[in-house]
């Protein structure tokens, strides 16, 4: 096996990793069944690959930025898949965000084709991955993960290894549920302060350092006062991230009351047809109806 890295699924968050990889000299093979995803990272210097088994073909680890388990195990154990090039004792890093049972049976899977596997899920989004400050929570054999995080070291600037395999997803459902409602709670106090006529861009400096402080809030208050909708994220996937959320609590039996609420709201702007659009557009929840859609 080369230094070569595979990456497979050059999507939003995919080619933002994939980009960063490159940009720091790492030899990249990619693969994306939209061939458009994978055209900014081969002139970026990457190699564009015909299928998952070709790029991981030779490369030391794959790295996975996927949507979906069913897609995972499609993109690894389909027609074409990762198995059908990696060689024994390759390494799986799967930085999409799936539910933890499942990628518990990926990773036995894997270990039944002689395949190593790390679940390492994501936080920071697009603007932390080009600066390469990532954070991951990861689940995995221990030297896995130490091997992952020497990769994945280009991309990120925290790494922690929460346990076996699924052990980050869970991780990773837990950062969401947080996530979820600090999003809905800054943008429903950006409506307040809007209404009660205080300059919502003053509201971050005023509260730095003081317990209401957040990197949500340092963030994202002005963009929800600025109606700044630009995509760094999407709502339908927070949606899908709540709901193994909820997947999780009904299995532990754990009352998430709160968390129900916020996936309601993010279902409802998604039924808006916003689900494609950035958190900021949370803050379309609280604008209400307009006079002239009953006039």
């Known amino acids: 096996?080369?230094?070569?890295?595979?990456?497979?699924?050059?999507?939003?968050?995919?080619?933002?990793?994939?980009?960063?990889l490159v940009a720091t000299g790492t030899p990249l093979a990619v693969f994306d069944l939209d061939p458009a995803k994978v055209a900014p990272l081969v002139a970026g210097g990457a190699t564009a690959a015909t299928s998952a088994a070709d790029a991981a073909t030779g490369a030391?680890?794959?790295?996975?930025?996927?949507?979906?388990?069913?897609?995972?195990?499609?993109?690894?154990?389909?027609?074409?898949?990762?198995?059908?090039?990696?060689?024994?004792?390759?390494?799986?890093?799967?930085?999409?965000?799936?539910?933890?049972?499942?990628?518990?049976?990926?990773?036995?899977?894997?270990?039944?084709?002689?395949?190593?596997?790390v679940d390492s899920p994501l936080s920071g989004g697009i603007p932390k991955a080009a600066t390469g400050e990532l954070t991951l929570m990861q689940g995995?054999?221990?030297?896995?993960?130490?091997?992952?995080?020497?990769?994945?070291?280009?991309?990120?600037?925290?790494?922690?290894?929460?346990?076996?395999?699924?052990?980050?997803?869970?991780?990773?459902?837990?950062?969401?549920?947080?996530?979820?409602?600090?999003?809905?709670a800054v943008a429903e106090a950006t409506a307040l302060a809007e209404a009660a006529g205080v300059d919502a861009d003053m509201i971050p400096q005023a509260l730095k350092g003081g317990r209401a402080d957040s990197a949500i809030l340092q963030e994202y208050m002005p963009r929800f006062a600025a109606r700044d909708y630009r995509r760094?994220?999407?709502?339908?996937?927070?949606?899908?991230?709540?709901?193994?959320?909820?997947?999780?609590?009904?299995?532990?039996?754990?009352?998430m009351p709160l968390t129900a609420l916020c996936a309601e709201i993010h279902r409802m702007l998604t039924a808006a047809g916003l689900g494609g659009e950035d958190q900021a557009a949370l803050m379309e929840f609280f604008k209400g109806p307009n006079k002239e859609q009953f006039t």
């Open 1 to 20: 096996m080369t230094e070569r890295i595979a990456l497979i699924g050059a999507g939003a968050m995919g080619g933002a990793i994939g980009a960063r």
């Open 60 to 117: 030391r680890a794959v790295i996975l930025s996927l949507n979906a388990p069913h897609i995972v195990r499609a993109a690894v154990f389909g027609p074409g898949g990762v198995a059908e090039g990696a060689a024994p004792g390759t390494l799986i890093i799967d930085m999409s965000s799936i539910d933890p049972e499942a990628t518990k049976a990926l990773a036995a899977d894997a270990a039944a084709k002689g395949l190593a596997w």
């Open 140 to 184: 995995g054999a221990p030297e896995d993960v130490a091997a992952a995080q020497a990769i994945l070291s280009k991309v990120a600037s925290n790494q922690t290894r929460m346990g076996g395999p699924g052990a980050g997803q869970t991780t990773k459902l837990i950062n969401q549920v947080l996530c979820g409602l600090g999003f809905l």
């Open 232 to 255: 760094t994220g999407r709502i339908d996937n927070m949606v899908k991230d709540l709901n193994g959320a909820a997947d999780l609590a009904r299995l532990t039996h754990t009352p």
